[in-house]
């Protein structure tokens, strides 16, 4: 009857290649919620999020509130070069300088006197849309409020006062410019010294001995720290929606597919860091060269490109500026300005371009990390 553990012992088989991925995912996951690096993530989210939700108003910018006898410039209608069938021909027009305004609350005084809309017979408010007369070249809507009147009032004095609030496209954005440096942050932590610290700290001398392949092994360990830094990119969004919905109650209609793409983003930049790591031999050298050439090296590439006048798509950094360009309507086109006697462009990365770029970013990378990874030996 003793025997009978050992003999089924004997007889167990181990568990297949593909059950193994989800053991070795497990307890690399389990090594970073247990770590620093998740918990210095987390704090970096949280600064993030409350420093620019808190700076803006704290320096006389806040995200919503009431004007007050505001002074509207009027000028004459025909400066627009439109018409608007089904209206009294317009004489003039003003504009207010607000992203969302209360129509509600809006009440104009000319000559210190309220001036009723009387049902549009007087005036009317609309969002004047420019995206064909102006190009929205740097990375914001090309629309107006404008308060539009039924008679001239050029040589008066009007004023307006309204509610108004901060969109939610605006809101976002502001927040969103920030999320590529969250993602480089959690490659580099989570994916930088991944591969090479098996070398480097010797454990490989009782891993690589084990029947475990070290693709196996590879994939583990990248799932884990994929887990990892989404978490943090996924905590990051669900906090500043928190904020939206609190703020400027909603979030922009493209919020979620900015999402995605830093996620995607997260895939790319962590599979070179895989790759990085698999050809290096310390750490530190790792974990270094993968926050530069994200943060320094390749920024620098692409701002080069704005003077040279050659749109690089192939760069996976400047793909990742569509994490915060989906989010404004419309979406920003390439453009140039001159000034200084010198021509400046200014290029912005397709939605499918992008989504692309960062695609085949991973799969080479995994694939080239994977390689470099199976081909290299302990030494020492």
Known sequence: MTKMP????RHRKAPSDLMQIPIVWSYE?????????LLASIAIVVAILALIYIL???????????????????????ALNMSMPGLIPPQSFGTIN???????????????????SNN????????LDFADELPSFMGGSPKLNAVVFMENLTGSAVTASYDWT???????????????????????????????????NRTGYLIFPNPLKREVLFLGKFCASMTAGTLVVVLFYVGLALLSFLTVHGIDDDFLASMLFAVEFLLATTAVGYFISSILKGSTGAIVLTFFLFVIILPIVDGVSSFAGVKIESSVTFAANVITYIVLDP?????????????????????SSAAIVMMVYTVVAMALSLIMFKRKQLTG
């Open 331 to 351: 979406y920003p086109v390439d453009t140039s300005v001159e000034a200084f006697g010198f021509t400046i462009y200014s290029y912005y990365p397709s939605v």
């Open 98 to 116: 607000r992203s969302m305004i209360d129509l509600d609350s809006l009440q104009l005084y000319v000559n210190g006197t309220t001036y009723p």
């Open 29 to 37: 996951l389990l090594k970073y919620l247990r770590s620093w690096r």
């Open 166 to 200: 901060t969109s939610k496209e605006d809101f976002n954005s502001l927040f969103l410019g920030f999320v590529t440096i969250l993602v480089i942050i959690c490659a580099t932590l989570f994916a930088g010294d991944a591969l090479v610290g098996e070398f480097q």
């Open 6 to 9: 050992e003999e089924q012992a």
């Open 120 to 127: 549009g017979a007087s005036w009317v408010f609309l969002q």
């Open 56 to 78: 803006p108003p704290a320096l006389g910018r806040p995200y919503n509130g009431t004007d007050e006898n505001v002074a509207i410039w009027v000028e004459d209608f025909s």
